[in-house]
């Protein structure tokens, strides 16, 4: 029982993604006014945030159809202008919460408060990204019927997608991530600070 009762809360979870979708189910206006999306987003590593900086999610899709997560900050101060647009990125085994563990120790919000528009990813496999796989059935429980024969064509092909390499990152994580900052941000360049495998995968990128 106790298991069925855990796969009925990961149902309603999933279906919660499904409807609303990420952009805005952790979007700082609406969790405050959704006590229960509020409590799954606390219990994700999201809180409420505190009123110098503004915090959302967003998405991207990769060219092979990963659905990447990023969290933005930025301050709520009108004084503080924009300088720069900032990506930090996770290394191998965490997710982009890494930057902002909580409101005391957290290089996400510093950068915010000091004038940068913050984004923090998470690569394929981590947080919040999803494979595309997860991606269909969240479209499917969307009921976006045009879309039903073709993802259920692609199913059996889509299990194959579970594995990845550092290639994958450097490839098709990155160019998605940076043309998605560069468009909401407004800036032409973005900076990248990258810990661990987060910084090596930059190199790659560079070279490419």
């Known amino acids: 029982m106790k298991i069925l009762r855990l796969a009925a809360s990961v149902i309603?979870?999933?279906?919660?993604?499904?409807?609303f979708g990420t952009p805005y189910l952790f979007a700082e206006d609406v969790t405050g006014k959704m006590p229960i999306m509020g409590d799954i987003a606390e219990s994700m590593g999201i809180e409420n945030q505190p009123s110098d900086v503004a915090t959302k999610v967003y998405s991207t899709k990769t060219d092979d159809g990963w659905m990447l997560s990023l969290n933005r900050y930025t301050s709520k101060d009108p004084a503080v202008k924009a300088k720069a647009a900032v990506i930090l990125c996770h290394g191998f085994n965490i997710n982009n919460k890494f930057?902002?563990?909580?409101k005391t120790?957290?290089?996400?919000?510093?950068?915010?408060?000091?004038?940068?528009?913050?984004?923090?990813p998470s690569l394929?496999?981590?947080?919040?990204?999803?494979?595309?796989?997860i991606a269909d059935v969240r479209n499917l429980i969307?009921?976006?019927l045009v879309n039903i024969p073709q993802t259920l064509m692609r199913a059996p092909l889509d299990l194959t997608k579970f594995d990845w390499t550092v290639d994958d990152h450097i490839y098709k994580d990155i160019p998605a991530i940076i043309s998605l900052v560069k468009e909401k941000s407004g800036f032409k360049k973005v900076?990248?600070?990258?810990?661990?495998?987060?910084?090596?995968?930059?190199?790659?990128?560079?070279?490419t």
């Open 12 to 19: 309603v979870i999933a279906a919660g993604f499904a409807i």
């Open 142 to 144: 969307k009921l976006e």
């Open 99 to 102: 930057w902002d563990l909580d």
């Open 124 to 133: 394929r496999g981590s947080g919040l990204s999803s494979k595309p796989l």
């Open 191 to 207: 900076y990248w600070i990258g810990h661990s495998m987060g910084g090596i995968i930059m190199f790659g990128y560079l070279e």
């Open 105 to 120: 120790c957290s290089l996400a919000r510093y950068l915010a408060r000091n004038g940068y528009d913050v984004w923090a």
